[in-house]
C-alpha cells in the first residue's frame, strides 16, 4: 500500500513538471481562460479504464463524468439527486460539447451486478444498475461483455429523453458515440449508424 501511494507521489511530481510549470503552462492557461472542451464521456468508474489515459489526453481536453456501469439514467425532473445528469447538463447546455461518448467495457462489474447472480445486497448499487433492463435478454446465450453492449444502447435511448440532448443532435450540433473498451487488448471498438462493433480507427 505505502508503495501504491508514493507512486502517486511520484506521478503528481510529474504531473506538475509537464503541466503547471512556466508563465505560459497547460493549467496556468486553463485557469486564465477556462475550461472549453469539445468532448464529453461517459465511463465506468472501473480503475482499468480511465478515458483520459486512454486516449492520451491532457487536461482540459475532455469533460468526464465517471459512474458504475457508465450508465446514463433517463430524464427525470424530480426532487431528487441526478448526478450523472446534473454532469450532463454542464457538459451539454453550459460547456456546449459538440460530441458524447458513451464509454463501456469489458469485465464489468456493474454490469455483472445487474445479473446479481450471488444475490448480494448492495445499499445503492443494485438500485443503481437496475436502470438497465435485462428482462428481454437471454443470458445462456449471451456473454457479459455482449450484455454491455446492449445496455450501451439503453443508455443511448436514455439520451433520448433529454429534451436538450435530443435537439441538440436534431439539430446536429451534438453528435452521441457508442464505444466499447477491452480490457484485455486495450482495443476500442465501436458502433456507428447501427452497425456492429468494429475495430475504431
Given at each position: 500500500?505505502?508503495k ?5 507521489l ?137 450484455y ?54
Amino acid at each position: 500500500m505505502k508503495k501504491s501511494f508514493s507512486k502517486l507521489l511520484e506521478g503528481y511530481q510529474l504531473f506538475r513538471k509537464k503541466y503547471a510549470s512556466g508563465d505560459n503552462s497547460v493549467m496556468q492557461l486553463l485557469s486564465d481562460n477556462g475550461q472549453r472542451p469539445q468532448i464529453m464521456v461517459v465511463s465506468c468508474c472501473d480503475s482499468r479504464v480511465d478515458p483520459a489515459l486512454i486516449l492520451q489526453c491532457d487536461p482540459g481536453d475532455l469533460f468526464v463524468v465517471r459512474n458504475v456501469a457508465n450508465i446514463v439514467p433517463p430524464y427525470e425532473k424530480d426532487e431528487k439527486h441526478h448526478g450523472t445528469s446534473a454532469a450532463l447538463e454542464f457538459g451539454i447546455c453550459a460547456l456546449q460539447v459538440k460530441h458524447l461518448i458513451l464509454l463501456g467495457h469489458s469485465q464489468c462489474g456493474g454490469i455483472q451486478a445487474i445479473f446479481n447472480t450471488n444475490n448480494i445486497q448492495f445499499d445503492f448499487i443494485n438500485q443503481w444498475v437496475s436502470i438497465i433492463n435485462p428482462k428481454n435478454t437471454n443470458l445462456e446465450h449471451h456473454h457479459y461483455d455482449d450484455y454491455a453492449k446492449l445496455a450501451l444502447n439503453q443508455s443511448l435511448e436514455n439520451c433520448l429523453t433529454f429534451p436538450w440532448i435530443k435537439n441538440r443532435i436534431e439539430q446536429q450540433m451534438l453528435e452521441i458515440h457508442l464505444w466499447f473498451f477491452d480490457v484485455k487488448s486495450g482495443q476500442i471498438l465501436t458502433k456507428e449508424n447501427g452497425t456492429t462493433y468494429l475495430p475504431l480507427n
